[in-house]
Structure formats: structure tokens, C-alpha cells
């Protein structure tokens, strides 16, 4: 295969959301994944309001989001719209909020999306090869990655001035090179299955907290509902295979919901969930997406950090393309002004739902005090973004 200037490894939404700025920035992208599309993702397949800002403005060509009708709208037409989270705590604690004025996030299998988000890459100019698993990167002699040695149905190696990591969260590349590594904790499995006559479902996102573990629910098209179990590693053994149909049978609030739902798909399992990198990439290297680092789903923002972190990604490839000078601590840099206050939120929503007190101290405040409450699940949604995007209609407005 011909040299390229940018090479990214995986074709998800950091990866696609990459190649998107980068083809239509001009320069030449070779996409490269393990699987065929469309294939299945084990996620909670909701997007935050703030992650369809980024899609509005990815697919935008010239004037406000609104106009344009972008892959944002593509989305939200083969999605449920999402209207705000409820969330119960284990001692009937409950805290519900829709998202402000007219936003909305969307829920879609990650399935389609991912394929939609992939089909704009290649129309936006990315060459994609399909079945093709990267195995470890190549080095220059002076310790920058030149390209990667992936398996086909040959081997092959392919050669490019940079490359993108967006192979998510057990990267082969960055694992390789030292970048990231599993957390010693938390050390969560998730496990995820499609459900069908689920009762009360309504427009929002749901995640039940529990002393082992959470428990989150999304509402689908076509009345199928996305279940996805988290569990601390002391919560689970490898031989409960029906840990999911377990966990709701053992629920007091999803029981009932539950008692003539039908399971639609075979439970998948993933983990452990959280891994940490200590940097953004290396010399001829740039990481995005869950490749950057994860720790568990429960804020439900990670498609958002995995789309802006490819943008952010294709922006500091661009530049190393122009100036020939490594990007990657520009990149670092890039993601902590724009993420840290947004991990800062997630840590701290984490420890004080760790605790059952903090999950009925939260609903308490939610009963007299709602303000707050609705204010953190938009926080959690990343509705500022999606506000400054300007899809945004105030209550009341016209
Ligand atoms: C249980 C669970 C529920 C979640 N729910 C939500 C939610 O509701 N909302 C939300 O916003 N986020 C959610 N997330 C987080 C979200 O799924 C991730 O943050 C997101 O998928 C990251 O996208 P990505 O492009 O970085 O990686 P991925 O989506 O994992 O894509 C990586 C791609 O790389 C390919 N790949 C991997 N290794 C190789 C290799 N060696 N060679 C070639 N290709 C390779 C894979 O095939 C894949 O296509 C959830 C996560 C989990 C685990």
C-alpha cells in the first residue's frame, strides 16, 4: 500500500470523527480496522447533548449548525430522542431531571451509528480498509512511529508521517509503547444485552446505583431497550453467565419492570474498564478516544470525549504534517484545557455515588432543592456545549 500522511488505527467515533477533519482538511487518511461494518459495540448507546454538538459541527459544510443539517441530523433521524437521566440510589433515592430548554441527546445502537459516522469519513474522502488488526507499531531508529505491522489475511506493514491511535480502550499501540496500561482501580466488568416489553420506559436515560455496582437503561427504537451492568470485580465470578437477567430478577425497582421483558441479544461482557495513559502520544504518534484513557461509563459522556478527543487529535496531526515537529504534548496540553474540568466533575460525581448515603443525601437536595440537581445532570450531559452550538431554545423561547 502507498505511504499516507495520516494512519488511524480504528475505525469508531474518535477515529472516524479524526478522519473526517483530517480528509476534509485535504491531506491523505487510510483508516484501518479489525472489523467489518457495521459491527456491534458494547456501550449504553446514548449520545449527550454535547456529543451531538460535535456532530452538528462535523458535518456542517458553511453556516450555523442549525442550517446545514449535518451528520447531527443524520443521527437524530434513526435515533429516540433522549430528554434528561433518572437515576435511583439503592434505598429508593430517586433524582430526575430533563436536559434545559430544547436540547436533547440521542440514543442509537452503536451499530448504526458507528456505521453512519464512518460512512461521512469515507464521503469526506478517508480511504477505509476493513479486517485488517494492527499488531504493534513500527520505529524509526530514532524512537519516532513511522507506521504499524498489521495482520490481514497477510501481513502487511503501512507506513504514514503520523498515526492515530483511536483503537480504544486496550489500545495495541498504546499498550505497546508504554503510553497506558489497565488501573489498578477501579477494577470493573461491564456486561451488556438488548431487551424487548420492558414497562415504563420513558424518554430518559436511566442508571440505577447499587451497592455493588449500577445498572444503566436507555430506551431504543422499536421498543428495544439497552441494559448494561457494571460490576466491581468483588461483585462477580467468571461462571455467572446470567448476571444480567440475575441482577434485575434481584432488583426492588426493575423487577417488576422487567417481569415480561425478553431478552433480545446474548449478553456481551467487557473489562477491565478503566485504564490510564500517562500522555497523549509519542513522536509520530497521537492517541484519541478511549485509547487516551477510560475509567467506567456511568457519567455517560465518553462518546463526547471520544469525538472532541479526535478532533482534537486530527488538529495537532495537521500540525505536525506542516511544521514536521512532534505534536503530541500540544495534544496533551489541548485535552487537559478542554477536559479537565469535566474529569474533575466525573471523579466527584463518582466518590459520592461510591457511597449509598451520597446517593439519598443527592435525592433529599433534589426534593427541596431541584435547581442543583438539574444543573449536574446537564453538567453531566454537556449541555453548555451544546447551548454555545446554538441548537439550544431557552423554555418559553420562541
Ligand atoms: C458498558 C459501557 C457503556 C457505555 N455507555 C456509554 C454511553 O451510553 N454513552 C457514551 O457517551 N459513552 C458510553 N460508553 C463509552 C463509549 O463506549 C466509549 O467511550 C467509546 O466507544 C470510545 O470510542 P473510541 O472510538 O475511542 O473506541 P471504540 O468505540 O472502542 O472503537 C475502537 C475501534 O478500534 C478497533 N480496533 C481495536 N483494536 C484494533 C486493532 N488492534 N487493529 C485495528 N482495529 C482495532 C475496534 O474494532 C473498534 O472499531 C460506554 C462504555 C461501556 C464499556
Known amino acids: 500500500m502507498s505511504a499516507i500522511d495520516v494512519l488511524i488505527v480504528g475505525a469508531g467515533p474518535a477515529g472516524s470523527a479524526a478522519a473526517i477533519v483530517l480528509a476534509r482538511a485535504g491531506v491523505s487518511v487510510r483508516m484501518v480496522d479489525r472489523a467489518w461494518f457495521p459491527r456491534d459495540k458494547l456501550c449504553g448507546d446514548t449520545l449527550n447533548p454535547g456529543a451531538l454538538a460535535i456532530l452538528d459541527r462535523l458535518g456542517g459544510t458553511e453556516g450555523p449548525p442549525l442550517r446545514t443539517g449535518g451528520i447531527g441530523d443524520r443521527v437524530r433521524a434513526r435515533a429516540l430522542p433522549i430528554t434528561g437521566m433518572t437515576v435511583?440510589?439503592?434505598?429508593?433515592a430517586v433524582v430526575s431531571a430533563?436536559?434545559?430548554?430544547s436540547l436533547r441527546g440521542a440514543a442509537i445502537a452503536r451499530r448504526a451509528l458507528d456505521a453512519l459516522l464512518l460512512d461521512a469519513a469515507i464521503a469526506a474522502g478517508a480511504e477505509f480498509v476493513p479486517s485488517l488488526s494492527v499488531r504493534e507499531p513500527l520505529m524509526?531508529?530514532?524512537?519516532?512511529v513511522v507506521g504499524v505491522r498489521a495482520r490481514g489475511s497477510r501481513d502487511l506493514d503501512l507506513r504514514a508521517r503520523v498515526v492515530v491511535a483511536a483503537d480504544g480502550r486496550r489500545s495495541r499501540l498504546a499498550f505497546a509503547l508504554r503510553l497506558a496500561r489497565f488501573a489498578r482501580a477501579p477494577q470493573r466488568w461491564a456486561f451488556g444485552a438488548y431487551f424487548v416489553g420492558v414497562d415504563r420506559m420513558t424518554s430518559r436515560g436511566e442508571m440505577h446505583i447499587r451497592?455493588?455496582?449500577?445498572i444503566g437503561i436507555a430506551p431504543?427504537?422499536?421498543g428495544v431497550v439497552n441494559v448494561c451492568v457494571v460490576r466491581d470485580r468483588r461483585h462477580w465470578r467468571p461462571d455467572s453467565a446470567d448476571i444480567i437477567a440475575a441482577a434485575l430478577a434481584a432488583d426492588p425497582v426493575l423487577r417488576d419492570r422487567f417481569a415480561r421483558a425478553t431478552q433480545v441479544s446474548p449478553m456481551v461482557s467487557l473489562g477491565p474498564l478503566a485504564v490510564e495513559a500517562h500522555a497523549a502520544g509519542c513522536p509520530g504518534l497521537l492517541l484519541a478516544g478511549d485509547a487516551a484513557g477510560f475509567v467506567d461509563p456511568m457519567t455517560g459522556d465518553g462518546l463526547r470525549f471520544a469525538l472532541r478527543g479526535g478532533e482534537l487529535?486530527?488538529?495537532a496531526a495537521l500540525e505536525e504534517l506542516a511544521s514536521g515537529a512532534p505534536a503530541f504534548e500540544r495534544l496533551a496540553a489541548r485535552r487537559r484545557r478542554d477536559f479537565a474540568g469535566k474529569w474533575r466533575m466525573n471523579r466527584a460525581l463518582r466518590s459520592?455515588?461510591?457511597?449509598p448515603r451520597g446517593v439519598a443525601m443527592a435525592a433529599s437536595v433534589a426534593s427541596l432543592w431541584p435547581a442543583p440537581v438539574r444543573a449536574l445532570i446537564g453538567a453531566a450531559g454537556d449541555v453548555h456545549l451544546a447551548r454555545r452550538a446554538g441548537r439550544y431554545a431557552p423554555p418559553g423561547g420562541p
Not at 140 to 144: F, L, T
Not at 211 to 214: E, I, L, S, T, V
Request: cysteine-free; aromatic content about 8%; overall charge negative.
Open 98 to 101: 430533563e436536559y434545559p430548554g
Open 88 to 92: 435511583t440510589g439503592p434505598k429508593g
Open 140 to 144: 524509526h531508529a530514532h524512537g519516532a
Open 352 to 355: 459520592l455515588v461510591a457511597s
Open 313 to 315: 487529535a486530527a488538529q
Open 211 to 214: 451497592a455493588d455496582g449500577y
Open 220 to 222: 431504543l427504537p422499536d
